[in-house]
T-cell receptor, first 113, second 114 residues
Framework: AQTVTQSQPEMSVQEAETVTLSCTYDTSESNYYLFWYKQPPSRQMILVIRQEAYKQQNATENRFSVNFQKAAKSFSLKISDSQLGDTAMYFCAFCAPRGKSTFGDGTTLTVKP | DTGVSQDPRHKITKRGQNVTFRCDPI?????LYWYRQTLGQGPEFLTYFQNEAQLEKSRLLSDRFSAERPKGSFSTLEIQRTEQGDSAMYLC????????????FGSGTRLTVV
């Protein structure tokens, strides 16, 4: 079974600064997908960024980028130029080829003005 | 398309009662997932469907939980003889055939068992 670990329950960052959220996972699969989801307070979860395990190039979506280290089974999220609207809970997720995802317990990020 | 819809948004029920939740996925999505989320935790997998076929059900689920997806469209999740430990947010998500595209989540149904 796959496991996903987010070791930072809470983090904070000043507006316009950069922050990195950590995620590690454990799997015996060779082909899989990794995701970061954002869940703002009392709002639905939305997909932020995705990474295919067979692609070495790190994914980037505007201010969001990942550092994918397959051998270390590490998948961190970097948020540049943090904005107040980035305040949310962030979940790392592992998706097996069958399509079922396993989620970490999340990191609560607070962006301070 | 209005995304993934869940009904009701909130449900308060007495212990021992049965409850049923509904999820309407994005129409083009063949896969539909149910997760449960408690405060401060990540979503926990319950079950998922490929069209009308239920492909997997969590071994953590008791027999009090059942889900259906007739005709491969909307899905229902029923909890029989509710217990206080069932209080949680129940999330529905859908995706295309390729799991690698990620999920689109609904807003969830918050269940409170009193």
């Amino acid at each position: 079974a796959q496991t996903v670990t987010q070791s930072q329950p809470e983090m904070s960052v000043q507006e316009a600064e950069t922050v990195t959220l950590s995620c590690t996972y454990d799997t015996s699969e060779s082909n899989y997908y990794l995701f970061w989801y954002k869940q703002p307070p009392s709002r639905q979860m939305i997909l932020v960024i995705r990474q295919e395990a067979y692609k070495q190039q790190n994914a980037t979506e505007n201010r969001f980028s990942v550092n994918f280290q397959k051998a270390a089974k590490s998948f961190s999220l970097k948020i540049s130029d943090s904005q107040l609207g980035d305040t949310a809970m962030y979940f790392c997720a592992f998706c097996a080829p069958r399509g079922k995802s396993t989620f970490g317990d999340g990191t609560t990020l607070t962006v301070k003005p | 398309d209005t995304g993934v819809s869940q009904d009701p948004r909130h449900k308060i029920t007495k212990r021992g009662q049965n409850v049923t939740f509904r999820c309407d996925p994005i129409s083009e999505h063949n896969r539909l997932y149910w997760y449960r989320q408690t405060l401060g935790q990540g979503p926990e997998f319950l079950t998922y469907f490929q069209n009308e076929a239920q492909l997997e059900k969590s071994r953590l689920l008791s027999d009090r939980f059942s889900a259906e997806r007739p005709k491969g469209s909307f899905s229902t999740l029923e909890i029989q003889r509710t217990e206080q430990g069932d209080s949680a947010m129940y999330l529905c998500a859908s995706s295309p055939d390729r799991g690698g595209d990620g999920y689109t989540f609904g807003s969830g149904t918050r269940l409170t068992v009193v």
